[in-house]
C-alpha cells in the first residue's frame, strides 16, 4: 500500500493550496480517509476526514469554513482544499487510510491503517 500525498509549497497568509493524495495497493473506496498536520515542535493532530463514499465529513475547529476535504474513488484520490490559510497552518500534512468498518469517522491516529509520506505546508506572514 502507498499513500503519495502533494500539492505543498510556500504560500503568503490569506492564500490557498490545494493537497492531494493518490493511494495504490489498496481497494480505496473500502477506506475512509483522513489529513492530519504535524507543526514544528507539535504533536500531530487531526485536520479533516470524509467517509468511504464521499457522503460525510469532519474537520478540526481550527480549519471548519476554511478547508475542505473531498475524494474521487474513480481515480484513488483524496485532496483536502485549504483556503485562508494562516501562519499557524504551517506544518506537514499527512494522508491517511482507515479500513472502516463503522460509520465513525476517526479523529485520532491510532484507527488509520496506513499513512502517506507528508507533504510541507509553509504559510509566510
Known sequence: VQLQA??????QAGGSLRLS???S???FSNYAM???????GKEREFVAAISRGGGRTDYADSVKGR?????????NTVDLQMNSLKPEDTAVYYCAADRATGSVLHT????????????LVTVSS
Open 34 to 40: 483522513g489529513w492530519f498536520r504535524q507543526a514544528p
Open 108 to 119: 485520532a491516529q491510532r484507527p488509520y491503517d496506513y499513512w502517506g509520506q507528508g507533504t
Open 25 to 27: 495497493g489498496l481497494t
Open 67 to 75: 478547508f475542505s476535504i473531498s475524494r474521487d474513488n474513480a481515480k
Open 6 to 11: 502533494s500539492g505543498g509549497g510556500l504560500v
Open 21 to 23: 493524495c493518490t493511494a
